[in-house]
């Protein structure tokens, strides 16, 4: 089998799992109990905290989540305190994101959103037309799980704060956190989502930061853990293995963006050599290295998805967390006509992926493009 729909998850890295067989059969203990094993735990996780902190450079707090979509949930909920004010998304975020803000607007909450370029990025001069002095929250994506387009959350940031500091910055950043730097500092961000098994971490483990002074009301209440604002016992063995997936990332980060850079560019070459009627859903130079979007004209995405499966090739069609919904959000915000959205394809490439294995798959997609439209 060839996997490449990383985007949608990727494979545990052996490091990570065998860390994490630590923390579930010997070190299990629950590290809110008072007991000297726990405690002890317990000091290991802060230490932790610490060290993502210092690794993408943020000041203030780490909160361990369930998952991204709990992170995104709780930085959106947790500050949306003023009905009067307004609350700003772009159209392209996560359904993690994008479903909340509706759910907002549902109940009176006054929510606008950013228009999008057609290369999937958001349209900043749009932004501004927007902000003034009623805006109490931002949320933009770092780069957009569909198309791999990336944002500036630098210039955005400093554009928000810029028309008033007191304007909460939320970015989900889920699909960057191995892909771009991250500088939660030099973004000066008030928060911040990623999630552990987009980088070859477990699934269940999401984190969210908080910048020092940022405040914001819990979501799920009980015992009080995560600093009172996400109770729920703690995941020990998922958060050793974020933390072990973290470092294998950035002390490789060079080397598999090579790799990602190469099977991107030996991909793309293939395909424009040999088809013709389709379009790349972002620009090369603003996107993510492991991601391509594709749509072709008059075809069904699904069904290409399907043929390539047959051959053990495994691709997506966009975001697995609205995979079941029809047409799509973000390429229609993109102003994709819907001709070319029906036939999208999402090729999203893993730190295990080779160039042989993308050449594999621009070889497959080309011969059944080319079956679907008779030549």
Same mark, same amino acid.
């Given at each position: 089998m060839i996997y490449l729909d990383n985007a949608a998850t990727t494979k545990m890295h052996d490091d990570v799992q065998l860390e994490m067989a630590t923390y579930e059969t010997q070190n299990y203990f629950n590290v809110s109990a008072v007991y000297k094993s726990a405690v002890s735990l317990n000091g290991q996780i802060d230490t932790i905290r610490a060290d993502i902190l210092k690794k993408l450079n943020g000041s203030g707090s780490i909160i361990f989540t369930g998952s991204a979509t709990e992170a995104n949930n709780l930085a959106i909920y947790g500050?949306?305190?003023?009905?009067?004010?307004?609350?700003?998304?772009? %159209? $392209?975020?996560?359904?993690?994101?994008?479903?909340v803000a509706q759910d907002l607007k549902n109940r009176n909450y006054n929510v606008l959103y950013v228009n999008t370029l057609p290369n999937g990025s958001v349209d900043v001069n749009h932004l501004k037309t927007l902000l003034d002095s009623s805006v109490c929250f931002v949320s933009i994506m770092a780069v957009n799980n569909e198309t791999g387009a990336i944002n500036d959350i630098k210039s955005i940031v400093k554009l928000v704060k810029s028309v008033n500091p007191s304007i909460i910055v939320h970015s989900d950043c889920v699909q960057a956190l191995g892909k771009i730097q991250i500088d939660l500092n030099s973004w000066g961000i008030d928060l911040c989502s990623f999630s552990a098994h987009k980088i070859n971490g477990p699934k269940g483990v999401g984190v969210l930061y908080i910048k020092s002074g940022v405040n914001i009301?819990?979501?799920?209440? %009980?015992? %009080?853990?995560?600093?009172?604002?996400?109770?729920?016992?703690?995941?020990?063995?998922? $958060? =050793?293995?974020?933390?072990?997936a973290l470092d294998i990332t950035l002390q490789n980060f060079g080397n598999i963006q090579k790799n990602l850079l190469d099977c991107k560019i030996n991909?793309? /070459?293939?395909?424009?050599?040999? $088809?013709?009627?389709?379009?790349? /859903?972002?620009?090369?130079?603003?996107s993510v290295n492991n991601i391509i979007s594709l749509s072709f004209k008059g075809l069904r995405g699904e069904v290409i998805m399907h043929m390539l499966a047959e051959q053990g090739i495994i691709i997506g069609t966009g975001s697995a967390c609205s995979s079941k919904h029809s047409g799509n959000r973000v390429l229609s915000h993109m102003g994709? /006509?819907?001709?070319? $959205?029906?036939?999208?394809?999402?090729?999203?490439? %893993? =730190?295990?992926?080779?160039?042989?294995e993308a050449m594999d798959c621009a070889k497959a997609l080309v011969i059944a493009v080319n079956t679907l439209k008779g030549i």
């Open positions: 500050s949306a305190k003023n009905k009067q004010a307004t609350y700003i998304f772009s %159209g $392209i975020e996560h359904p993690s994101v994008y479903n009301n819990p979501h799920i209440l %009980g015992g %009080g853990q995560e600093f009172g604002l996400r109770s729920g016992t703690v995941n020990t063995a998922g $958060i =050793m293995g974020f933390k072990k991909f793309l /070459n293939f395909l424009e050599q040999n $088809i013709t009627d389709y379009k790349l /859903n972002s620009s090369l130079n603003y994709l /006509n819907k001709n070319y $959205i029906e036939g999208s394809v999402r090729i999203s490439f %893993g =730190m295990f992926n080779t160039v042989t």
